[in-house]
């Protein structure tokens, strides 16, 4: 099984945890807050650190399928987890073109991560006797890898300018 029941237990587990933790706080401050509160900034630093888990779960597994079977699952947990945070950390909604073009780095790249998911199921369920499919979809794995890779670069570039951004103003 590529992505077992506990892990995405666990995922839905932090994810109605991250939304409690919202709408307290939103409850409690009498209006939502943002990214510039303190509760958004920890939100967000929470979410930059899972992302960076996720970066650093994913880098290491290379082109072996073999290897996607144990770090596979943790990569789309923490890379989702990081998504929702980023979220909440943004106060579900966006107050520029800046900051909706940087919530879709991180989106497009768990659509690409998601792509690669189902490339690699694919692969491995796939009839010995279909060497063309095989080969096809490994052309396929290849490119989705590549933008994957492109859009993480992206993500981290971003990441840093905005860390920056708020360290200058």
Same mark, same amino acid.
């Given at each position: 099984m590529l992505f077992p029941l506990r892990h995405l237990i666990a995922l839905i587990f932090f994810i109605l945890l991250l939304t409690t933790y919202y709408f307290y706080f939103s409850w409690s401050l009498g209006d939502s807050y943002s990214g510039r509160t303190f509760q958004?900034?920890?939100?967000?630093?929470?979410? @930059? $650190? /899972?992302?960076l888990? *996720?970066?650093?779960?994913?880098?290491?597994?290379?082109?072996?399928?073999?290897?996607?079977?144990?770090?596979?699952?943790?990569? @789309? $947990? /923490?890379?989702?987890? *990081?998504?929702?945070?980023i979220l909440a950390h943004a106060g579900f909604h966006f107050g520029n073109l800046f900051a909706a073009l940087g919530f879709l780095f991180p989106l497009s790249l768990g659509l690409s991560g998601f792509l690669i998911f189902i490339v690699d199921y694919s692969n491995i369920h796939l009839v010995q006797d279909a060497q063309a499919s095989h080969a096809r979809l490994l052309r396929l794995r290849r490119r989705c890898v590549s933008i994957h890779a492109i859009l993480t670069a992206g993500l981290i570039a971003f990441v840093l300018i905005h860390i920056l951004s708020i360290v200058y103003y």
């Open positions: 958004g900034r920890l939100l967000g630093v929470i979410g @930059l $650190l /899972l992302l888990a *996720s970066f650093f779960s994913g880098a290491g597994r290379g082109q072996n399928l073999d290897n996607h079977l144990v770090r596979y699952p943790w990569h @789309l $947990l /923490l890379g989702s987890l *990081s998504i929702c945070f």
